[in-house]
Structure formats: C-alpha cells, structure tokens
C-alpha cells in the first residue's frame, strides 16, 4: 500500500465528490458520529466545495483509489450554521478557514496522514490570508450506549497540532443516527487555532 496526498481542484475535485460522499458516509458511521448517511444529503452538501472558488479538497490515495479526504471553505461560505455560534466570540467570520472533514479508511490510519490533511488546509487557509484555523467535533455523552469500549478520542492529536476547545462554542447539526428513524440534533465542540 502506497499513501499520497493530493490537493484537488476544478474537474478533478469535481470527479471525485461522489467518493468523498462515499467515504464520508463509511467513516462517519464509526463512532462518534454514528451518522446513516444517503447520497442524496452528501450531494447537496458537497456542492459547496464546487461553488466555493477558495474551498480546498484534499485527497489520499492509494495509487488511484481515494481512500480519505479532507475539506476546507472559508468560514464565510459555513456563516447560516456558523454564525450565532461565534457572534460572542469577536473573531470575525473572514478571519476564520473551516477545516470541515478528515475523514480515512481504517487500513490507511497511522501513517501520518492525519497530519498532512491539517498541513495542507492550514497551509490553504495562509495563502487566503486566515488568521485562524477551526473545526468542530460531536459531544457525545461517556455514557452513550453505542460508545465502544475502547473508544480513543482525537483530542490528543488536535492539541498537539495547536488546537484548543473554544468554551462555550458549540454548533447544533441534525442528523440520523445509525439505528434511529429520524434526525435529531447533536451538539458540536468548536475548536481552533491561530496560524
């Protein structure tokens, strides 16, 4: 297995959104985010990334086959679902590059990947002149009947690359959780960093 990184754009981010759905809906099906996606919902939400002229997609790859990805659009282009979550923070929205998704196939985890998907965006978001870079990450409770036993958190690499949870700075999502029959809101984390 080889492992590359590369930064898609025009026709070849283009070609390759309905794989990015894909994955998406594999990866985010793990724990936490326990979501039962449909392609239809990934389309409609993977169009920013074609209509965003700064948005950014970067691929890893196994030769040819796409088997993760990482998205970034300025926070701009996220201000319906972003906006009221930062009104108490002062940081204007256009100071801020979004870092929406890594997402990576199992067999592929642990060879730095994780690492070059945070490089590239971040490197994106100073080409754009960001002066922050943020995410956000699923609460779920400790108690949470579909946690697994030995669930790992992420927070560990995100504060070893500079990130720190924003207090008090949560978005609200709706989406089906694997096993339910409809939507129900879930609490996301906000956290950033200055580049």
Request: hydrophobic share 40%; charged share 30%.
């Amino acid at each position: 297995m080889t492992l590359e990184a590369r930064v898609l754009s025009g026709p070849a981010l283009e070609a390759r959104l309905d794989e990015v759905a894909a994955l998406r809906m594999t990866v985010f099906r793990e724990w936490p985010y326990l979501y039962e996606g449909s392609m239809d919902y990934e389309r409609a939400y993977l169009a920013t990334y074609r209509t965003s002229p700064d948005a950014i997609l970067v691929g890893a790859f196994d030769g040819e086959r796409l088997v993760g990805a990482a998205t970034g659009t300025p926070m701009e282009d996220h201000a319906e679902d972003f906006a009221a979550a930062f009104a108490s923070t002062g940081i204007p929205l256009r100071e801020i590059f979004y870092c929406a998704e890594s997402v990576l196939l199992p067999a592929w985890r642990g060879r730095g990947m994780g690492h070059r998907f945070f490089d590239l965006r971040e490197d994106h978001a100073r080409r754009l002149g960001r002066r922050y870079s943020a995410f956000c990450s699923v609460i779920r409770s400790e108690d949470h009947p579909l946690r697994p036993a030995r669930a790992r958190s992420n927070e560990p690499f995100w504060r070893g690359r500079g990130y720190r949870p924003m207090p008090g700075i949560i978005a609200s999502f709706s989406w089906t959780d694997v096993g339910e029959d409809r939507e129900t809101k879930k609490p996301l984390q906000f956290w950033i960093r200055e580049l």
